[in-house]
């Protein structure tokens, strides 16, 4: 099975536009547009698929991250971040268009996010991130873009993973979590397929 973008290659930067933050005077929001991606050669025992985008080079404690006169370092132990999950994609499905499931920046989260029939989408990790603003907290589904440390001394890898799967839908509503897709997940993937492209906010590092 293969995934592929007409938006990057396999280990190039993601364009601005794909992004929740671009570089400024140091930072400001980006598009927020969801990229485009097809998919093809999927087992012929598919009958959904799984859509996940994590990022696992996310500073494991907030001590320097966006502070100025501070750099977080590379050796810093890191921990993964959830960008977007989309289960129960039909089958006959095979691309999204750029910006076809979301296209642009939801203060407090997008309710209802856009996605083929029948698909659901789950909870980001920005529910987390935002947890403490009170101009942005509340629940964010479906896909919000890059958006690490301006001060980061690392180059942030996101994981685009396509699942194909042996059943039509996985019982699981809006907002469910990534642990909860693991879960539903176990013991139905046919084949798997990875796309990876970086983003850094750090002119250091562009």
């Known amino acids: 099975m293969q995934l592929r973008s007409d938006n990057f290659e396999h280990g190039q930067p993601i364009p601005?536009?794909?992004?929740?933050?671009?570089?400024?005077s140091p930072f400001a929001l980006s598009d927020n547009l969801s990229p485009h991606l097809a998919w093809k050669d999927a087992p012929h025992a598919t009958r959904s698929f799984?859509?996940?985008c994590l990022d696992?080079?996310?500073p494991s404690k907030p001590d320097d991250v966006n502070k100025e006169g501070r750099t977080v370092p590379a050796d810093l132990p890191r921990v993964e971040?959830?960008?977007w999950l989309m289960a129960n994609i039909?089958?006959?499905?095979?691309?999204?268009?750029?910006?076809a499931c979301s296209d642009g920046i939801v203060a407090?989260?997008?309710r209802a996010p856009y996605g083929p029939p029948g698909s659901v989408q789950g909870l980001n990790d920005y529910t987390g991130w935002f947890a403490g603003d009170p101009d942005m907290r509340g629940e964010y589904l479906g896909y919000d873009g890059p958006c690490p440390p301006w001060n980061d001394s690392l180059l942030h890898h996101y994981h685009f993973r396509l699942y194909a799967l042996d059943v039509d839908t996985l019982r699981l509503a809006d907002g469910f979590t990534v642990a909860e897709l693991r879960a539903a997940?176990?013991?139905?993937v046919v084949a798997e397929a990875e796309l990876m492209g970086t983003y850094t906010l750090n002119?250091?590092?562009a």
């Open 16 to 24: 601005a536009r794909l992004a929740f933050g671009k570089r400024a």
């Open 50 to 52: 799984v859509l996940t």
């Open 56 to 58: 696992f080079d996310v």
């Open 81 to 83: 971040f959830v960008h």
């Open 90 to 99: 039909p089958v006959e499905c095979g691309e999204l268009a750029e910006g």
């Open 108 to 110: 407090r989260g997008k």
């Open 185 to 188: 997940m176990d013991g139905h």
């Open 203 to 205: 002119p250091a590092l």
